[in-house]
């Protein structure tokens, strides 16, 4: 990414953990009924009114009229009407503490508040694996994981120069139990190629960065099956003999979106799509990376509350250093042709997954995607596309398009209640009546008590 970004402070996340009630409704989930809900099944862009949807074993068994659908007896009724029921939504850059502890588990809960039931973890850790093993049994309130390995990158203390040291650690990733690969930057053409072949072999994917010996062309065509942060999309659209490709570093950095060809913008969305490949534009972050605000302008983000002070501090001294030494011209310049890259994806028909990066740079978990979503409007997504982002698109990601993405009976339970139309205004996602994980509800009152006190121990860190 060429800017430098300071990892989520290690001593915060191993403060030992206080004892968390984890609900009833969550640990030991019994059948659910929403009545009388507005139904956006995502199927297409429509709203089916005045529904009863029943959730079973983590499965919606039945849609239908609220006048003509029983409710089974025993379930938990929610009194529905007038709110709007649809899809989970996928947080698919997240970050999760690795040490076991109270920042880890309000983290985990942060995603779920935030409506992210899906989290696709992108900074591997040991301790990831019994975490999820313990979310899994309701131990942890927390979204459905897909976990990447520990980073592959070439640079820094654990640099990755070896390609047979890239294949053992492909083989040790996959039977570790980890989902998925992560690529970080700086890997030579030969280590790429090592770890992509190796896992290839084993049957694991790859995703993350783009790393600039490699370069985009490269990596669609090696199989990487997600490029994060539209990494490297400057370099591959940049003029005809652009004195920016002789560069290194921030210079290179700020010198990118300055010789952009607009004509090949285009064409490098047409690759991506040829090629399969899934985008993560983390449109959020690059706003903060690349806005007009320094960090003190963003520290009274009401999300912030949830975040240890510490934390909001290094945020804010880390986007202050960046802004002071970027000009003004290149970081306009910057967020322009971003907007107009994911453009041309979306109209080609790429792949496009919702996801932030969080908790990174004033992306507070869950949260985040409050933000990310009307950036993805004001790049020419509509409302009903942006929420496909990060609901339909995710279960053709994951091939599972026949059991999650849409409210439909047989399909997976993550379902998010909202008290007002997102199709109308995106930023009705914002409005959380209660979040449903494979079947484990959280209604908005739990949800409220929880947040309050990660906010007060957030506050008493600060004092």
Known sequence: MRTRLLPIVLSLAALPAAAQEVPRSWSAPGDVAFVGVNVLPMDSERVIENQTVVVSNGVI????????????????????????????????????????????????????????????????????????????????????????????????????????????RVRAAKEAGYDHLKVHEALTPEVYDAMAEAAREVGITF????????????????????????????????????PALAMQGAARGQALPLHVDEQ??????????????????????????????????????????????Q??????????????????????????????????LHDEGALILMGTDAPQ????????????????????MTPYEVLRSGTVNIARFYGEEDRAGTVAAGRRA????????????????GRISGVMVEGRWLDGEQIAARLEAIAQRAAAQAN
């Open 207 to 242: 995703s993350g960065h783009v790393p600039d010996p490699v370069g985009l062309e490269h990596a669609l065509d090696a199989g990487q099956t997600t490029v994060d942060h539209l990494d490297n999309y400057l370099d591959a659209i940049q003029q005809d003999g652009s």
């Open 264 to 309: 090949k913008i285009g064409w490098i969305a047409r690759r991506t799509r040829e090629a399969g490949v899934g985008n993560v534009p983390t449109m959020a972050l690059w706003e903060v990376l690349r806005g007009s605000h320094r960090g003190d302008d963003l520290a009274d983000r009401e999300e912030l509350r949830y975040m240890p002070r």
């Open 361 to 380: 740079l004033f992306s507070v978990p869950g949260f985040s995607l409050h933000r990310e979503l009307p950036l993805m409007v004001q790049a020419g």
């Open 61 to 168: 068994q039945a849609v239908g009229p609220a006048a003509s659908t029983p409710v089974p007896a025993g379930a938990t009724r929610v009194d529905a009407s007038g709110k709007y029921l649809m899809p989970g939504l996928a947080e698919m850059h997240g970050h999760v503490p690795a040490q076991p502890g109270q920042f880890q588990e309000d983290v985990l809960f942060l995603y779920v508040a935030g409506g992210a039931t899906t989290v696709r973890g992108m900074q591997g850790h040991p301790n990831h694996l019994t975490m999820r093993e313990r979310v899994r049994a309701g131990e942890l309130i927390g979204p459905r994981l897909f976990l990447s390995s520990p980073p592959f990158v070439g640079a820094g203390q654990n640099a990755l120069t070896d390609p047979n040291v890239a294949r053992e």
């Open 414 to 429: 993550d379902l998010l209640l909202l008290d007002a139309n997102p199709l109308e205004d995106i930023s009705n996602i």
């Open 311 to 344: 934390v909001v501090n290094n945020w804010i001294q880390q986007v202050n250093t960046i802004h002071d030494n970027w000009s003004d011209e290149s970081a306009r310049a910057e967020r322009e042709v971003r907007m107009r890259i994911l453009k041309a």
